[in-house]
């Protein structure tokens, strides 16, 4: 399989991960950005697609390869999370002994079960575990895409061409069961729901890259173009009274995908790859710490404006946007240099390329 870096496709991660961002402070007083909600299934999409060469095979012993993709997995995912859960408890402590009010800082403050909230939380369990979405919100997707990419390993090493196919029907069987049971929009992030949208999404993207590999094909403007209108379709099919935008987001955004992954990096200006490379470089951290620091800029606000329904002026939302997006950028960077970095230097070789672009926000 080809060792290829889709830097490209690596910024529009960035991009992606800058959207859901955004969706998350600012859709209450800008309901236009509510539908950024379903660039989710583009990282899922995306991690398939790019994951794909580092999954089991068929004519090499299963169990190695599942402890070696498993490691690299965790070394990815966790140093991130676990700082991440460290500055929430912290904050949660500071703010309980200074008087803040948990309801808008902390809710895990008061909340019961504490000890095995955070620990679902801190192994991921977040879709399985929803009271230990209460210390970070956003990582329900880490946690989706976690458990995806071990349903998956097993099937990747089948030599059956139909057996990945079927895995997303499955997959859609689960979030089909989610629609049904859920009651409210937040049970479709948790759950069969969950699980489902994160197993049809990762799955696409490893059989996008088989076609890849296997076809290496050209671009073609035209393709291009329409995978992009399907995709400005989605976002405003979303907002029409009509379910189901979860069903289509993921073959749409694999569409795209596969389009942009055809574009001949070569012929791409230089500040674009650079932008680009940057973007995918920042995209897991920005997604990961974005929650905590919606609450530590919260914690400069007045008590009247952190009520649900308090209205805020576009300018005043804007500052927020920008503070939480340059807060999460500079803890990205401080975790990178200070957590990251020194873990893989210790416990795994330094990243290829084809591993760094990899994994969704």
Known sequence: MSKHRFVLLDGLRGVAAIGVVLTHVASKQFPVLSGLYLLVDFFF???????????????????????????????????????????????????????????????????????????????????????????????????????????????TAMKNRLILPAVVLVGYGLLAIGYVQSTTSDDLFVGFAAVGRAIVGFVLGLLLRKLYATRAPKLSTSRLVSSMLLVIGLFVYQRTPYPGALLLAAPVFAFFVFQVACISQSNVQSWVMKVSAYLGLISFGVYAWHGDMRFL????????????????STASIILIMLAVLVASTLATHLTIRFVETPIQRRWGRSASPSTQVVDSA
């Not at 700082?83 to 403050?109: N, Y």
């Not at 939380?121 to 071990?150: C, K, R």
């Open 297 to 312: 800029v919260a914690t400069f606000q007045s008590d009247e404006s952190l009520k649900p329904y308090a209205t805020h």
């Open 45 to 155: 999409v995306l991690s398939g697609f790019v994951l794909e060469p580092l999954m089991p095979e068929p004519d090499a012993p299963f169990w190695p390869q599942v402890r070696r993709f498993a490691f690299k997995r965790f070394l990815r995912f966790w140093p991130m999370v676990i700082v991440v859960l460290t500055f929430r408890v912290g904050t949660c402590a500071t703010w309980h002994l200074i008087g803040k009010p948990s309801a808008h800082f902390c809710p895990a403050v008061s909340a019961g079960h504490y000890s095995l909230s955070l620990l679902s939380a801190a192994l991921l369990l977040q879709v399985l575990v929803p009271s230990s979405l209460i210390f970070s919100g956003p990582l329900w997707s880490l946690s989706a895409e976690w458990i995806a990419n071990l349903a998956a390993t097993p099937f």
